[in-house]
């Protein structure tokens, strides 16, 4: 298991001033499940995990790993990164270009102190052990340079993994490949932690990413922790606007909250009430965001007059075609929203529909932050 506990990194600016890239987060992590740290540039991620990792000195907070301490700042504990039982793949791989597979994989047992160390023919046994599991077997003389991509991506989740770490670390690993190639490697992961059952710690600012290959996924903003779960939790129940628009694709309705308890508030907007859950307590009056993500927006050519809540008369105002789905940006009065449909629903500009937004697939959150003007793009290009 990992603990890190009230972790705290502060650095010093060129003017002596006190900035703190990570400010009191706190997580657990079980041993075979998988983290990830999601968030934008500059959220305190990768420091975090530097932090785990012993690549920098935290100012506060604990981090414990296999219920050994590697680092208290209460009792000034420090333990160095090369004694610390955690693997690392960094963003640019950082393989020896001078070295060949073989001994960039070796390299890890090799340094180790002497009473430490394998045998040559142990290490030579372990270097074949971990190409076997990375499917790089046969490849051990070839230049490390002379690999495509996904083999030096692989290559270093070897080196990585050779000396059976108990947490293994990856600091964007896949943001140097190519969009197939990342699709292919997120498989290759999924495939490496069923296998070996790994505790994985992975930092991405790619929320496909961390939707497909995340046990629980931790959003950051500003060095905290904004809200940490499960990912489909997260994505159908964001508790704020940042992690409703960075975690996927939204739609934002302003309103105002009318009523509401616990599980349900009704908030009034420019085109009518809408039912819909709180992503947090939310008091009569409140100015908030309803988030509703485009495949939750369904579109009817006839009003169905068993739904009697959420449902708005609208236009379509463009779609394109996509393939297996099509995507509309459709108008309801004043409000304009987003949509995703199967390409057989095929939908003509300016025809009048019915949209249902379903009260369980609408989740209102504090207004934080005065949205972009939402024009109508004709190339619908979808943020987030």
């Given at each position: 298991m990992l603990e890190v506990t009230d972790l705290v990194k502060e650095f010093q600016?060129?003017?002596?001033?006190?900035?703190?890239?990570?400010?009191?987060?706190?997580?657990?992590?079980?041993?075979?499940r998988v983290l990830t740290l999601l968030g934008p540039s500059g959220c305190g991620k990768t420091t975090t995990l530097r932090s785990i990792a012993g690549l920098e000195r935290p100012t506060g907070g604990v981090i414990r790993i296999a219920d050994k301490d590697m680092f208290r700042a209460d009792r000034k504990l420090f333990v160095?990164?090369?004694?610390?039982?955690?693997?690392?793949?960094?963003?640019?791989?950082?393989?020896?270009?001078?070295?060949?597979?073989?001994?960039?994989?070796?390299?890890?047992?090799?340094?180790?102190?002497r009473?430490?160390?394998?045998?040559?023919q142990q290490i030579r046994r372990e270097v074949a052990r971990v190409l076997e599991i990375v499917q790089l077997s046969g490849y051990e003389q070839r230049e490390a340079t002379a690999l495509s991509g996904g083999q030096q991506q692989r290559l270093a989740l070897a080196r990585a993994l050779i000396r059976q770490p108990d947490v293994l670390l990856l600091d964007e690993?896949?943001?140097?490949l190519d969009a197939k190639l990342r699709e292919h490697m997120r498989f290759e992961l999924q495939r490496l932690h069923r296998e070996l059952s790994l505790t994985m710690i992975y930092v991405t600012h790619d929320q496909s990413e961390a939707l497909a290959l995340s046990d629980v996924?931790?959003?950051?903003?500003?060095?905290?922790?904004?809200?940490?779960?499960?990912?489909?939790?997260?994505?159908?129940?964001?508790v704020n606007q940042f992690v409703a628009d960075f975690l996927g694709t939204t739609n934002f309705v302003p309103g105002r909250v009318l009523s509401g308890a616990d599980r349900e508030v009704r908030v009034e907007t420019a085109q009518g009430i809408l039912a819909c859950h709180p992503g947090q307590p939310l008091t009569s009056g409140q100015q908030v965001l309803v988030s509703v993500r485009p495949q939750n927006v369904q579109m009817m050519t006839t009003r169905d007059p068993a739904l009697t809540t959420n449902v708005w008369e609208a236009q379509v105002a463009t779609s394109v075609f996509l393939g297996e789905v099509r995507h509309y940006l459709v108008t309801a009065g004043p409000v304009q929203l987003r949509s995703v449909a199967d390409a057989a629903q095929n939908l003509t500009h300016g025809q009048r529909i019915w949209l249902h937004l379903p009260p369980d697939q609408c989740v209102a959150v504090p207004h934080e932050e005065p949205l972009a003007a939402q024009s109508a793009p004709t190339d619908l290009k979808i943020r987030g």
């Open positions: 600016t060129d003017r002596g001033e006190r900035v703190r890239a990570v400010d009191n987060v706190t997580f657990s992590v079980p041993h075979g160095p990164p090369q004694r610390r039982p955690i693997g690392m793949v960094f963003q640019s791989y950082a393989i020896w270009p001078q070295m060949r597979v073989e001994g960039n994989v070796a390299f890890p047992l090799r340094v180790l102190p009473r430490d160390r394998p045998s040559r690993p896949l943001s140097n996924i931790a959003v950051m903003r500003f060095g905290k922790i904004v809200q940490m779960g499960d990912p489909q939790d997260l994505y159908d129940r964001p």
